[in-house]
């Protein structure tokens, strides 16, 4: 083929593929390569079709050898950053971006290279990037945009709300810019009014918007925002029965009574946002027997934290002749009472906040991890990206999330035969592991209570009978809500007693309280206050009301360490069955209710005779199994040894009690 003819059909390609005729392209590029191996125009423009075709490891072949050929073509090494960036392969991305750079300045690329530092764990840098480009470009949306994520993600609210103004006076339609502009507000401020309006635009002009519509009912939720509420939980639900990306699963908790719909929700979640990675991983004979197991536990909240209120006596008391026990800490450890207590209590503390996926998973293999525990799961300050890469042996998920987390690399769950009865273990992507008693952990040490207030004190009638709940308010539904006042109605004179949440929440309960024909009066709100004062002031209330289908957990705890009695309704998930696990292990099963009316009428009648309520209260004591830290800790350290024992037996994973 002569070089004109070459030419002309360089040419015809060329032509075809910028009206988006991808497919007849293709042939006519590999015509001319064929006829001329080092074309680089055919090479070059053929690499960025295939990764249009979403054919990253061709279009990484083609264009690298187009940056052989003209290795000072500043197209091309964008074009190869670009294919590098989107194969994973960020430093590589970023080498080429810079090559380019330094040929040819440009606001797009210094963008995209923000882009790759920011997936390197690498915000100050990224963020000086996305600031070249706009001085370049001062209308750039992207640049404008991700540097609204980095200042928000960095505690930069402000900073990151002027980001997101100035993305949407360029561009209103912008949705992500509406949906991170509405949780950053709601984050900083918790200004309901202009948030809910950010988030419900987004999803008006992209319904589809990954995630999104559970993001709005949550919010919704947070402020008992009820106005919508059957017809949105209904639409969450059928959206995940058929596979959609509608929720995340630490929101759908909280709305859903269906074991299997939470799962399909987690194995959603986990495909989207971290799926499995191609990583080595030691066989048995790359660890020798015998020696002590070394146990890392990967947390976002080493800080004053449910997970650590709950784990610190644990963490102390691991049985060091067994395990060497190292704390994996996602950039959470501050300057508290907590964390000092808690860097005190491991032998190893290794800092993987600031890197990004691949470099944590190797930082903690080289730390040799032998059983890697996942105390956020998908909540708080998660680090899936890292389990992904299967940096440990063994990887366990426990504490933070209560339920699969629908993701292959995850090998077991700790749990208890309450909150995963026989028969449901087909809803655990992991192998359910089942402890004794109850499979919450708890410090029998490390719960100081503040002297105790007066009644008045805490803003309580002095002689009225006290309901109260304290859990988050994004917890409640409108049926819970409406079995409370019923109660209320059979006991005269008795209030509810709730942890304050932002306005509109009180409005909107009292609303809804006054439309059940109870007084709006008779609910009372507790501000938040340090965990010693807030467990003094517990014990001012009688009876704590729970709720489905998300239970007390930590709370749960903490009434009965208080000595507040809790009546709970056994649900039909996880999340719903913790209490009644909690109220086993601390000797208490008659406060397990199996129905909403059982739970009503218990409620009252606890509430209409004292000596019941004094009998329930006098057998309520510290000196129980729930809060004995031993005693749990031989059970868990027990579980672990079993799971490593498999794993050196070359044993997959699989279900066991103990």
């Given at each position: 083929m002569s070089a004109t003819s070459s030419q002309d059909l360089y040419g015809k390609a060329l032509a075809l593929h910028q009206q988006g005729r991808l497919a007849e392209a293709e042939p006519l590029y590999r015509q001319v390569l064929a006829a001329h191996p080092g074309d680089f125009a055919s090479q070059h423009m053929l690499?960025?079709?295939?990764?249009?075709?979403?054919?990253?490891?061709?279009?990484s072949a083609l264009l690298e050898g187009a940056v052989k050929a003209q290795p000072r073509h500043a197209?091309?090494?964008?074009?190869?950053?670009?294919?590098?960036?989107?194969?994973?392969?960020?430093?590589?991305a970023l080498q080429s971006y810079d090559r380019a750079l330094a040929i040819a300045p440009d606001a797009d690329t210094l963008?995209?290279?923000?882009?790759?530092?920011q997936s390197l764990f690498r915000p100050a840098e990224a963020l000086a990037s996305y600031g070249q480009a706009l001085r370049l470009n001062p209308y750039d949306v992207q640049a404008l945009f991700r540097s609204g994520v980095i200042l928000g993600e960095n505690g930069r609210p402000a900073e990151a709300l002027a980001a997101y103004d100035k993305v949407l006076s360029l561009r209103p339609d912008h949705v992500e810019a509406l949906n991170n502009r509405g949780y950053t507000r709601w984050q900083a401020s918790e200004d309901y009014a202009p948030s809910i309006a950010d988030l419900e635009r987004a999803l008006a002009l992209a319904p589809d918007l990954p995630f999104l519509p559970g993001g709005v009912l949550h919010l919704k939720m947070q402020v008992a925002d009820w106005s919508s509420f059957a017809a949105d939980k209904m639409r969450l639900i059928e959206g995940v029965r058929a596979g959609k990306a509608v929720a995340r699963p630490f929101m759908f908790q909280a709305l859903s009574d269906s074991p299997a719909d939470s799962q399909a929700c987690a194995r959603i979640f986990a495909r989207t946002m971290h799926p499995p990675v191609a990583?080595?991983?030691?066989?048995?004979?790359?660890?020798?027997?015998g020696g002590r197991i070394r146990l890392g536990y990967l947390s976002g909240e080493f800080r004053e934290q449910a997970t650590a209120i709950l784990m610190a006596g644990l963490y102390e008391r691991h049985a060091r002749e067994r395990f060497e026990v190292?704390?994996?800490?996602?950039?959470?450890?501050?300057?508290?009472?907590?964390s000092a207590r808690l860097k005190k209590a491991f032998d190893q503390w290794i800092d993987i906040g600031p890197l990004d996926d691949v470099a944590a998973a190797e930082r903690i293999r080289a730390a040799r991890i032998d059983i890697l525990?996942?105390?956020?799961?998908?909540?708080?300050?998660?680090?899936?990206?890292?389990?992904a890469q299967r940096p440990a042996p063994v990887q366990v998920n426990y504490l933070g999330f209560p339920g699969t987390l629908g993701a292959p690399y995850i090998d077991y769950i700790i749990a208890d035969r309450t909150v995963i009865p026989e028969g449901e273990e087909r809803f655990y992507d992991e192998a359910v592991a089942l402890l004794p008693g109850c499979y919450q952990a708890n410090d029998d040490r490390g719960r100081a209570i503040a002297p105790l207030p007066s009644r008045a004190e805490a803003g309580l009638p002095e002689r009225s009978f006290v309901f109260c709940n304290f859990n988050h308010g994004y917890k409640l539904t409108p049926d819970t809500f409406a079995g409370w006042m019923r109660i209320l109605k059979q006991v005269p004179g008795s209030v509810l007693w709730l942890l304050k949440a932002p306005a509109p929440f009180a409005e909107n309960i009292a609303a809804r309280a006054a439309a059940l024909d109870v007084g709006p009066e008779r609910i009372l709100y507790a501000p938040h206050r340090p965990p010693e004062q807030h467990l003094a002031r517990m014990s001012l209330a009688d009876l704590f009301l729970d709720q489905l289908p998300y239970n007390a957990h930590t709370t749960g705890s903490d009434a009965l360490w208080a000595g507040l009695p809790l009546l709970t309704l056994r649900g039909t998930t996880f999340p719903g069955r913790v209490a009644a696990s909690l109220l086993q292990a601390a000797g208490l099963p008659e406060l397990v209710t199996e129905s909403a009316q059982d739970f009503e009428t218990l409620a009252v009648r606890l509430a209409t005779?004292?000596?019941?309520?004094?009998?329930?209260?006098?057998?309520?004591?510290?000196?129980?199994?729930?809060?004995?830290?031993?005693?749990?800790?031989?059970?868990?350290e027990a579980a672990y040894l079993r799971m490593w024992e498999a794993w050196q037996a070359g044993q997959k994973p699989r279900n066991f009690a103990l």
């Open positions: 690499g960025v079709l295939k990764g249009q075709q979403g054919r990253v490891d061709e279009a197209g091309a090494l964008v074009n190869y950053g670009n294919i590098l960036s989107l194969a994973g392969r960020f430093a590589e963008t995209n290279r923000g882009n790759v530092l990583a080595p991983s030691p066989g048995p004979a790359a660890r020798k027997a190292i704390a994996l800490d996602n950039g959470s450890a501050d300057a508290s009472a907590m525990v996942n105390l956020n799961g998908w909540f708080g300050k998660p680090r899936m990206g890292v389990f005779h004292p000596k019941d309520l004094a009998a329930l209260k006098s057998r309520l004591t510290r000196d129980c199994p729930l809060f004995d830290t031993d005693l749990f800790r031989r059970r868990i």
